[in-house]
């Protein structure tokens, strides 16, 4: 078929167009795939730059390596074959990292020192070995744990962690001495950071220093206890910078020596204080000397030297050599040296010149090296004279030719080898016979050197004779020779015990002689020594030797009767003992007559240990004497009855007179002229509430014993007065008021002060008070007694002698006293009718009486026969129960009240 051309060109312009817009697509696409090509080779080469830049590979510069060269290059084939290549580099380098964290690890844990990491959470990261050691030995699974809980003491705050101090201030923070479990450790605090700088992690390095902390308090000990012992050391110590001469340490010592406080020796030159010598002349640093136990000076704070012995060593301090001065005070060792010199000429004078006797002797010994003998070396003059031989006799001589042997050596070998051996001194006493006599020596014995000694001698002759006294005055009585309380409270001891063995009995009289004091007061204490040296020989020969007559003091004695069958036997005794006793003895030219009260205690039945027999004894010997003296007493259970109511009228004696217990009775005195009262006598009563009226025989000694006489005295004294007042008022003429004056009232100071104020309260005429006082009184201390009744008889009072006959005054000593009135005893009166001596003494001492101008009172008149004998002999006055009994003041005021109408109060017509 054909076409028209027209036809034809229009397919042919369709295709033209369609293929004009495909190529222009084409070319939209090329320039995309020339972009996408150029962005492919961009991001090729960069990625290439990258993986060469992580294989540290200079990167790939255009210049270099152009698009078509890294095309042609296969850059994935070099990148792929490079992963390949840093892969295997990779597992090359896990492997050499994991030999590495391996050896890490082991140089970790082989670290002497703990390493912990924890985090910012506290939890522990890592440890080595180290630390497990030291901070938590035995945990398991401790990682991721709180560190605090493990390692820090649960009473530190939290603040002062070193972990949170680090996390704080991001530096390394070090604790020099942290404490852990009882260990000390110095820790540094090191903290990692990040790329921020953040503190992530910290490294914490724990070294253990407890060893070295306790050194180095050994060290501070050692130092305290090294100053502490110089500080005690009596030698002074320095220690001296010999470079600046400076003194570095001074101890106590050496400030006491000087007088400067150790503080302010630190630093002074030596040679301002030991050593005195000018700068630049020391003799150690430049002169060079070598001191050791050299003499030296010592300066003091007050300029006195100080002499010193010092020694100097070197020693090491701080790596430079230090001068070590150590020096003593020897002040006093020369000045003991210079005693020492004086003493040893003084030892020599003393030695030649001593009263003992003194020997150096030498060992000798036989073949076995026994002690056999010893020589003599030398003597001095004082053992020539105690001994008897003279030094060129002895000295050089063998013990053994020389004193007497004893068992065939020479006296006191044993003691003399064992001291001059052995060193211990000793002392003995050895009886030493001479030539002409036996002497006692006291010998000391001291060791002069192994082998040698000396004996000291002592003549002790007369001390020995002298102990011997002292032990006889020790355990008898000096006066009478007899054993004393001492002695006999042994025997009675030993009395008691052997009579417990064998069943035995003792008797035990208690002895007291009656009114011995009498006699001791009226021929004086030498005399009555001499009487109590007789009764004593007449006891001893009394009893057996086996028996025992002791003194207890004063005038009591003690006999001691053995195996005594029984009370009849004691009662046999006892009497032999009053007769005895009774024979008169001559003192002075004068028989003295004497009589003894005996209290019998026997053993077992009154007591069965000395003390109880003493006691019971005691109690029975004052029962003798209150029933009349000169007679003795078994003792009875009642005894103590008898010595309990004393002690109890003793207690109440002391209440009588604050409640009115006392009273006064007054006995008539008549003057046997004209049967007249001339005077009456004051007599104390005692009226108890419960037991009555008590005799003054009872009351009186208690009341001397307790010393209330005096008050009881004054009181009977003023109250007698102030009714003899009332008594004269009544009768109208001056009655005169007898009163007794006790011993301790005459010797009271204040019984003239006491009288005169009495006197003047009463308003009693002084001449119409007679005090009356014992023979006894009168004889004692004669001058006082002199001297208080002539300032008596100086107020006007009127003196009477009591109970005269029974002392052992006499009338012609009587001109010596202002005595008015005699009082003759009623034992002389009431024997007038019975025995010619008491009639003869009584007619005597009337005579006498009235040759020296005193007037007579006869006592104890009941008899006509005896008022007719008084007043047949011309007797003055009279007074008993003849005439009256005592009355009571009442009783008298009746009486004169009565007599008033008839005249003069009289009671017979004479």
Same mark, same amino acid.
């Given at each position: 078929?054909?076409?028209?051309?027209?036809?034809?060109?229009?397919?042919?312009?369709?295709?033209?167009?369609h293929?004009?817009?495909?190529?222009?697509?084409?070319?939209?696409?090329?320039?995309?795939?020339?972009?996408?090509?150029?962005?492919?080779?961009?991001?090729?080469?960069?990625?290439?730059?990258?993986?060469?830049?992580?294989?540290?590979?200079?990167?790939?510069?255009?210049?270099?390596l152009?698009?078509?060269?890294?095309?042609?290059?296969?850059?994935?084939g070099?990148?792929?074959?490079?992963?390949?290549?840093?892969?295997?580099?990779?597992?090359?380098?896990?492997?050499?990292?994991?030999?590495?964290?391996?050896?890490?690890?082991?140089?970790?844990?082989?670290?002497?020192?703990?390493?912990?990491?924890?985090?910012?959470?506290?939890?522990?990261?890592?440890?080595?070995?180290?630390?497990?050691?030291?901070?938590?030995?035995?945990?398991?699974?401790?990682?991721?744990?709180?560190?605090?809980?493990?390692?820090?003491?649960?009473?530190?705050?939290?603040?002062?962690?070193?972990?949170?101090?680090?996390?704080?201030?991001?530096?390394?923070?070090?604790?020099?001495?942290?404490?852990?479990?009882?260990?000390?450790?110095?820790?540094?605090?090191?903290?990692?950071?990040?790329?921020?700088?953040?503190?992530?992690?910290?490294?914490?390095?724990?070294?253990?220093?407890?060893n070295?902390?306790?050194?180095?308090?050994?060290?501070?000990?050692?130092?305290? @206890?090294?100053?502490?012992?110089?500080?005690?050391?009596?030698?002074?110590?320095?220690?001296?910078?010999?470079?600046?001469?400076?003194?570095?340490?001074?101890?106590?010592?050496?400030?006491?020596?000087?007088?400067?406080?150790?503080?302010?020796?630190?630093?002074?030159?030596?040679h301002?204080v030991?050593?005195p010598?000018?700068?630049?002349?020391?003799?150690?640093?430049?002169?060079?000397?070598?001191?050791?136990?050299?003499?030296?000076?010592?300066?003091?704070?007050?300029?006195?030297?100080?002499?010193?012995?010092?020694?100097?060593?070197?020693?090491?301090?701080?790596?430079?050599?230090?001068?070590?001065?150590?020096?003593i005070?020897?002040?006093?060792?020369?000045?003991?040296?210079?005693?020492?010199?004086?003493?040893?000429?003084?030892? @020599?004078?003393?030695?030649?010149?001593?009263?003992?006797?003194v020997?150096?002797?030498?060992?000798?010994?036989?073949?076995?090296?026994?002690?056999?003998?010893?020589?003599?070396?030398?003597?001095?003059?004082?053992y020539?004279?105690?001994?008897?031989?003279t030094?060129?006799?002895?000295?050089?001589?063998?013990?053994?030719?020389?004193?007497?042997?004893?068992?065939?050596k020479?006296?006191?070998?044993?003691?003399?080898?064992?001291?001059?051996?052995?060193?211990?001194?000793?002392?003995?006493?050895?009886?030493?016979?001479?030539?002409?006599?036996?002497?006692?020596?006291?010998?000391?014995?001291?060791?002069?050197?192994?082998?040698?000694?000396?004996?000291?001698?002592?003549?002790?002759?007369?001390?020995?004779?002298?102990?011997?006294?002292?032990?006889?005055?020790?355990?008898?009585?000096?006066?009478?020779?007899?054993?004393?309380?001492?002695?006999?409270?042994?025997?009675?001891?030993q009395?008691?015990?052997?009579?417990?063995?064998?069943?035995?009995?003792?008797?035990?009289?208690?002895?007291?002689?009656?009114?011995?004091?009498?006699?001791?007061?009226?021929?004086?204490?030498?005399?009555?020594?001499?009487?109590?040296?007789?009764?004593?020989?007449?006891?001893?020969?009394?009893?057996?030797?086996?028996?025992t007559?002791?003194?207890?003091?004063?005038?009591?004695?003690?006999?001691?009767?053995?195996?005594?069958?029984?009370?009849?036997?004691?009662?046999?005794?006892?009497?032999?003992?009053?007769?005895?006793?009774?024979?008169?003895?001559?003192?002075?030219?004068?028989?003295?007559?004497?009589?003894?009260?005996l209290?019998?205690?026997?053993?077992?039945?009154?007591?069965?240990?000395?003390?109880?027999?003493?006691?019971?004894?005691?109690?029975?010997?004052?029962?003798?004497?209150?029933?009349?003296?000169?007679?003795?007493?078994?003792?009875?259970s009642?005894?103590?009855?008898?010595?309990?109511? @004393?002690?109890?009228?003793?207690?109440?004696?002391?209440?009588?007179l604050?409640?009115?217990q006392?009273?006064?009775?007054?006995?008539?005195?008549?003057?046997?002229?004209?049967?007249?009262?001339?005077?009456?006598?004051?007599?104390?009563?005692?009226?108890h509430?419960?037991?009555?009226?008590?005799?003054?025989?009872?009351?009186?000694?208690?009341?001397?014993?307790?010393?209330?006489?005096?008050?009881?005295?004054?009181?009977?004294?003023?109250?007698?007065?102030?009714?003899?007042?009332?008594?004269?008022?009544?009768?109208?003429?001056?009655?005169?008021?007898?009163?007794?004056?006790?011993?301790?009232?005459?010797?009271?100071?204040?019984?003239?002060?006491?009288?005169?104020?009495?006197?003047?309260?009463?308003?009693?005429?002084?001449?119409?008070?007679?005090?009356?006082?014992?023979?006894?009184?009168?004889?004692?201390?004669?001058?006082?007694?002199?001297?208080?009744?002539?300032?008596?008889?100086?107020?006007?009072?009127?003196?009477?002698?009591?109970?005269?006959?029974?002392?052992?005054?006499?009338?012609?000593?009587?001109?010596?006293?202002?005595?008015?009135?005699?009082?003759?005893?009623?034992?002389?009166?009431?024997?007038?009718?019975?025995?010619?001596?008491?009639?003869?003494?009584?007619?005597a001492?009337?005579?006498?009486?009235?040759?020296?101008?005193?007037?007579?009172?006869?006592?104890?008149?009941?008899?006509?026969?005896?008022?007719?004998?008084?007043?047949?002999?011309r007797?003055?006055?009279?007074?008993?129960?003849?005439?009256?009994?005592?009355?009571?003041?009442?009783?008298?005021?009746?009486?004169?009240a009565?007599?008033?109408?008839?005249?003069?109060?009289?009671?017979?017509?004479?």
């Amino acid at each position: 078929m054909s076409h028209s051309g027209k036809e034809k060109n229009k397919p042919c312009d369709l295709d033209m167009s369609h293929l004009q817009e495909k190529l222009a697509q084409l070319q939209a696409n090329y320039q995309t795939l020339q972009k996408n090509d150029q962005q492919l080779r961009d991001y090729i080469r960069a990625k290439t730059n990258q993986l060469l830049s992580v294989m540290g590979t200079l990167t790939l510069k255009p210049e270099e390596l152009d698009d078509e060269t890294l095309l042609t290059v296969d850059p994935i084939g070099i990148v792929s074959d490079s992963f390949t290549q840093v892969l295997e580099h990779l597992q090359e380098t896990n492997e050499n990292l994991k030999l590495a964290k391996e050896e890490i690890q082991i140089i970790f844990d082989s670290a002497g020192a703990g390493v912990l990491v924890i985090d910012s959470q506290m939890r522990l990261i890592a440890f080595n070995r180290k630390s497990q050691d030291l901070l938590f030995p035995g945990e398991k699974l401790i990682i991721g744990k709180n560190f605090r809980s493990l390692i820090c003491p649960r009473e530190e705050s939290l603040e002062e962690c070193i972990s949170d101090q680090v996390f704080a201030t991001q530096q390394i923070v070090e604790h020099p001495d942290f404490v852990s479990h009882g260990r000390h450790f110095h820790v540094i605090g090191t903290p990692i950071k990040n790329k921020l700088d953040e503190t992530t992690h910290v490294i914490l390095v724990y070294t253990d220093i407890t060893n070295r902390i306790k050194s180095e308090e050994a060290l501070q000990e050692a130092e305290a @206890r090294l100053t502490k012992i110089l500080n005690g050391a009596q030698a002074g110590i320095l220690l001296i910078d010999p470079a600046t001469h400076k003194i570095v340490f001074a101890n106590q010592a050496t400030a006491e020596m000087t007088g400067i406080p150790q503080e302010k020796l630190l630093g002074q030159a030596c040679h301002n204080v030991i050593c005195p010598a000018p700068q630049g002349q020391c003799p150690i640093t430049d002169n060079k000397q070598q001191i050791d136990h050299f003499e030296q000076k010592l300066l003091t704070v007050d300029g006195r030297e100080l002499s010193i012995i010092k020694t100097i060593t070197t020693v090491q301090l701080d790596g430079r050599p230090h001068l070590l001065e150590s020096f003593i005070d020897i002040t006093e060792r020369k000045n003991a040296e210079e005693k020492l010199r004086e003493s040893e000429e003084r030892y @020599r004078t003393l030695y030649t010149t001593m009263q003992e006797g003194v020997a150096l002797h030498k060992l000798t010994y036989d073949d076995q090296g026994k002690p056999e003998d010893y020589v003599i070396i030398d003597v001095n003059q004082a053992y020539e004279t105690i001994v008897g031989l003279t030094r060129g006799e002895v000295v050089g001589q063998l013990a053994s030719k020389i004193y007497p042997s004893q068992d065939g050596k020479p006296p006191c070998l044993k003691i003399y080898s064992e001291v001059a051996q052995g060193g211990m001194p000793t002392r003995l006493e050895f009886d030493l016979v001479t030539r002409n006599e036996s002497k006692a020596l006291s010998i000391s014995v001291a060791q002069l050197s192994p082998g040698y000694f000396a004996t000291i001698f002592e003549d002790i002759t007369q001390r020995k004779l002298a102990e011997e006294k002292i032990e006889r005055l020790a355990y008898f009585d000096s006066l009478t020779g007899l054993p004393n309380r001492v002695l006999l409270r042994d025997r009675l001891g030993q009395m008691v015990v052997r009579a417990k063995r064998n069943t035995g009995r003792i008797a035990l009289f208690f002895l007291d002689l009656d009114r011995f004091k009498q006699i001791n007061d009226t021929f004086g204490h030498d005399k009555g020594d001499q009487l109590l040296q007789v009764i004593a020989g007449r006891l001893e020969k009394l009893l057996r030797n086996c028996d025992t007559v002791a003194r207890l003091g004063g005038d009591e004695f003690i006999l001691l009767i053995d195996e005594m069958r029984d009370r009849e036997a004691a009662a046999l005794i006892a009497c032999k003992v009053l007769e005895e006793l009774e024979q008169p003895t001559i003192l002075e030219g004068t028989e003295v007559f004497i009589s003894a009260s005996l209290g019998i205690a026997l053993f077992p039945e009154d007591g069965d240990d000395p003390d109880t027999l003493l006691k019971n004894a005691d109690t029975a010997m004052y029962q003798a004497k209150d029933t009349g003296r000169n007679t003795y007493r078994f003792y009875s259970s009642e005894m103590n009855a008898l010595s309990l109511e @004393r002690l109890l009228l003793a207690n109440d004696l002391r209440k009588a007179l604050e409640q009115k217990q006392f009273y006064l009775e007054y006995q008539p005195q008549i003057d046997l002229a004209h049967g007249q009262m001339t005077g009456i006598e004051a007599l104390i009563r005692w009226e108890h509430p419960n037991f009555g009226i008590i005799s003054p025989t009872q009351f009186i000694p208690l009341a001397e014993e307790t010393g209330l006489i005096l008050p009881i005295g004054r009181w009977v004294l003023e109250t007698a007065c102030r009714q003899a007042v009332e008594f004269q008022k009544l009768c109208g003429f001056p009655l005169r008021i007898a009163i007794n004056l006790s011993t301790k009232q005459f010797q009271d100071p204040r019984l003239l002060d006491s009288v005169h104020e009495i006197l003047k309260s009463t308003g009693l005429p002084a001449n119409s008070l007679e005090l009356e006082i014992t023979e006894s009184i009168l004889m004692e201390n004669v001058e006082n007694t002199r001297k208080t009744l002539h300032e008596l008889k100086d107020l006007g009072i009127q003196l009477a002698i009591d109970d005269f006959g029974t002392g052992y005054s006499s009338l012609s000593y009587l001109r010596n006293f202002p005595i008015d009135r005699l009082k003759v005893d009623k034992s002389f009166i009431q024997g007038i009718s019975t025995h010619s001596d008491g009639a003869t003494i009584t007619e005597a001492i009337i005579v006498m009486a009235y040759i020296i101008g005193l007037r007579v009172v006869a006592e104890g008149v009941e008899k006509k026969a005896e008022v007719d004998f008084l007043r047949d002999k011309r007797c003055d006055e009279v007074q008993g129960f003849y005439f009256s009994r005592p009355l009571t003041g009442m009783q008298l005021k009746e009486k004169i009240a009565k007599s008033l109408p008839f005249g003069p109060f009289c009671f017979f017509n004479a």
